[in-house]
C-alpha cells in the first residue's frame, strides 16, 4: 500500500511538474518551442524518407536478396539497440538513482528505500528508453509501408516496443549495480579493463594485418553468405531481439496469432524480472547508495604507499595535466583546464557516455577495414571517403554539442567566483574555447587519419580531410561555447538537462547545418566531376570547382568562428556577477 500510495502522489507530481514547465516554455518563449517542435518534425519526416527510399531500393532492386537482407536487418537493428538501451539505462540510472537532487532528498526521509528504488528505477526506464522510441518508429513505419503491412502492424508496434523496452531496462540496472559492486574491488575492475582493452587492440591488429580478400570473395553470393554467417546468433530463440522482430515480422503477415504468442513472451519475462528487480535489487539499494556516496573517487598508482599518501593527500593522476598546459596556456587558464577536467572525471555519467560514444566510433573504424574490397575507383571511392568525412564530422559536432555547450552553464553559482579571478569572463571563455578546439581536434583528427589510412586514400586527400576537420574544430568548438555563454542555464548542475534546453537544440541544429553545408560543398565537385558533367565545358572547371567550395568551406568556418565569439564576449560584458 506504500508503494502505490506513494505511486500515486509522485505520478501526480510529475505530471503537474511537466505541465507548469510547458507552460512556461509556451509562456516564456515561443521561438524555442517552435523550433523544438519543428525540429522533431523534421526529424521524424526525415527519417521516414530516407528509411522508405533505402528499404524500397533495396526490396525492389534485389527481388530475392533484398528480402532475405531486409529481415535480417530487423534482427540486427533489435539486437544492436537492446544491447544500447541496457547501456542507456545503466548509465541514466547512474543520475537518477544515486545522484539525483530529487533523489538524495528524498533518501533520508521516512519512506522505505525500496519504494525509492521501484519509483526512480522506472523513471529511468522511462528516460533512457523515450529516445529509443523517438529513433525507431519512422523506421519501424517505412518498413511496414514498404511492405505494405496490414493495419495490425501498426496496433501491434507501439505494444510490442513497450514490452521490448521494460525488459531491457530491468537488465540495465542490473548491469549498474554490478558495476557498483566492483568499483568496490578496484584491482577486479582494472584487471577486466585491461582485458577488454587488449582484446579490442588484439581485434584492431588482426583487422588492419589481415589480408584483403580475393576476387571471389568480392561476389555477391559469397558476400550474402558471410552476412548471414555473422548475424546468425542475433537469430537465436532465446535472444529478446529475436522475439520482438518475430513478433513484429508475425504481424506484418497478418499472423496475428503468433505476434500475440510474443507478445506474451516478452510481456512476461519483462513482468518476471522486473519483479526480481523490485524485490532483490531494492533491497541492495541502500548498500549501493551508501558506496557510491561514501567512496574516495582518488586514483592511487598502485606504488603508492599510505606513507606517501598521507603527505601528498591532495594529489590524483589528473594532476599530471596542470604542469603539462602551464607553458601553453598560462597559469590561470590551465588551472581552469585542470579543475573542468577533474569536474568531467568526477562524474560517471559524463564519461561513461564519453566513452561508448568512441567505443561506437572505434567499432565503425575497425569495420571500415572491409570498404577497401575493390571499391578504389570512380563514384564509389569519393562517395565512401566523403561520407567518412561526414561521419567524423558529425562525431565532432555531437561531441562539441554534448560536451561543450554545457561547460559555462556548469560554472552555475561559483561563475561570480571565476569572473572576479585575474582571468575574468573573457579569459573563462577564450580557455573554454581553445581547451574544446585543442582536445576535439587530437581526437577527430586522429580519428580522421586512421580512417583514411584504412581506405586507402591518396596523401592529398588526406591532408585535404585534416584540414577541414581541424578548421570544423575550431568553428564547432566557438558555436558551442559561444551559444552556451548566450543562452546559459546556472539553474541545473545536469549536462544533459542543460544540453536538452532551447540552446542546446539551437546549437544541435546549427551544427547540423553547418556539417552538411560544408560536407556539400566539398563532395559535390568530386561528384559532378567523376558524372563527367564538365568534359564539355573545360578541362580546367573540376580543379576551379574544387578549389571554391574549400573557399566557402573556409570563409563560413571564419565566420562561425568570429560571429559566436563576438557575442559571446557582448554578453559576458553586460552580465551582472
Known amino acids: 500500500m506504500e508503494t502505490l500510495r506513494f505511486f500515486h502522489l509522485a505520478t501526480r507530481t510529475s505530471h503537474l511538474l511537466m505541465k507548469r514547465k510547458m507552460s512556461e516554455l509556451l509562456r516564456a518563449s515561443k521561438l524555442m518551442a517552435s523550433v523544438i517542435a519543428g525540429f522533431c518534425l523534421c526529424y521524424l519526416g526525415g527519417a521516414y524518407y530516407m528509411s522508405y527510399r533505402a528499404l524500397d531500393y533495396v526490396y525492389k532492386q534485389f527481388p530475392l536478396v533484398g528480402t532475405i537482407v531486409l529481415e535480417r536487418m530487423v534482427f540486427v537493428t533489435f539486437g544492436i539497440l537492446m544491447v544500447m538501451l541496457m547501456i542507456s539505462t545503466a548509465v541514466i540510472g547512474y543520475t537518477t538513482l544515486f545522484k539525483n537532487k530529487e533523489t538524495i532528498w528524498l533518501f533520508p526521509h521516512p519512506l522505505s528505500h525500496e519504494t525509492l528504488f521501484r519509483w526512480k528505477s522506472i523513471e529511468a526506464i522511462t528516460l533512457s528508453s523515450w529516445a529509443f522510441v523517438f529513433l525507431l518508429i519512422p523506421l519501424a513505419i517505412a518498413y511496414g509501408h514498404v511492405y505494405q503491412a496490414p493495419w495490425g502492424y501498426y496496433l501491434w508496434l507501439p505494444f510490442l516496443l513497450a514490452a521490448f523496452v521494460a525488459f531491457c531496462g530491468v537488465f540495465g540496472l542490473c548491469l549498474l549495480f554490478f558495476f557498483i559492486w566492483l568499483s568496490r574491488y578496484p584491482v577486479v575492475l582494472a584487471i577486466l579493463l585491461s582485458a577488454w582493452i587488449g582484446l579490442m587492440l588484439a581485434l584492431g591488429i588482426s583487422l588492419f594485418t589481415s589480408p584483403p580478400p580475393d576476387v571471389d570473395a568480392l561476389k555477391t553470393t559469397n558476400i550474402m553468405s558471410q552476412l548471414l554467417n555473422n548475424t546468425r546468433f542475433l537469430t537465436h530463440p532465446l535472444w529478446p531481439g529475436y522475439w520482438l522482430s518475430r513478433g513484429l515480422l508475425s504481424a506484418l503477415d497478418g499472423a ?46 598502485p606504488w603508492t604507499t599510505n606513507q606517501t599518501a598521507n603527505r601528498h593527500p591532495d594529489w590524483s593522476i589528473l594532476d599530471l595535466l596542470h604542469p603539462l598546459l602551464r607553458p601553453f596556456m ?15 572525471f568526477r562524474d560517471p555519467q559524463q564519461w561513461l557516455q564519453f566513452a561508448v560514444f568512441f567505443g561506437i566510433m572505434g567499432i565503425y573504424v575497425l569495420n571500415l577495414q572491409k570498404m ?38 556548469l560554472e552555475g553559482r561559483r561563475l561570480w567566483l571565476v569572473g572576479l579571478s585575474p582571468v575574468g569572463l573573457k579569459g573563462v571563455i577564450w580557455q573554454k574555447f581553445w581547451t574544446s578546439m585543442v582536445f576535439s581536434t587530437v581526437i577527430v583528427a586522429g580519428l580522421t587519419l586512421i580512417s583514411c589510412l584504412v581506405l586507402s586514400l591518396p596523401l592529398w586527400q588526406t591532408a585535404q580531410f ?54 556539400a560543398c566539398l563532395a559535390l565537385p568530386s561528384q559532378v566531376t567523376i558524372a563527367g558533367r564538365l568534359a564539355e565545358v573545360g578541362a580546367g572547371w573540376p580543379g576551379i570547382l574544387q578549389f571554391a567550395g574549400l573557399g566557402i568551406v573556409l570563409l563560413l568556418s571564419l565566420l562561425c568562428i568570429a560571429l559566436p565569439l563576438w557575442l559571446a564576449f557582448q554578453k559576458a560584458s553586460r552580465l551582472e556577477l
Not at 547508495?289 to 586514483?299: A, K, L
Not at 548542475?493 to 537544440?505: C, E, H, L, Q, Y
Open 256 to 301: 496475428h496469432s503468433n505476434t500475440l504468442y510474443y507478445f506474451l513472451l516478452l510481456t512476461s519475462n519483462a513482468l518476471f524480472f522486473n519483479m526480481l528487480s523490485f524485490t532483490c535489487l531494492s533491497r541492495a539499494y541502500a548498500i549501493a547508495w551508501n558506496s557510491v556516496h561514501t567512496r574516495s573517487q582518488r586514483f592511487r598508482l
Open 330 to 344: 598560462g597559469g590561470p587558464a590551465a588551472a581552469l583546464a585542470w579543475k573542468d577536467a577533474k569536474t568531467f
Open 372 to 409: 577497401r574490397i575493390d571499391v578504389q575507383t570512380g563514384f564509389w571511392s569519393h562517395f565512401i571517403a566523403h561520407m567518412n568525412l561526414a561521419a567524423c564530422s558529425m562525431t565532432l559536432g555531437t561531441l562539441t554539442t554534448r560536451f561543450v555547450f554545457p561547460q559555462f552553464s
Open 466 to 519: 585534416l584540414l577541414v576537420i581541424i578548421l570544423m574544430a575550431a568553428a564547432l568548438s566557438s558555436l558551442s561555447v559561444g551559444l552556451g555563454v548566450l543562452y546559459p542555464n546556472f539553474k541545473e548542475d545536469n549536462p544533459a538537462k542543460i544540453v536538452s534546453g532551447f540552446g542546446g537544440t539551437l546549437c544541435l541544429v546549427l551544427t547540423f547545418l553547418y556539417v552538411a553545408i560544408c560536407i
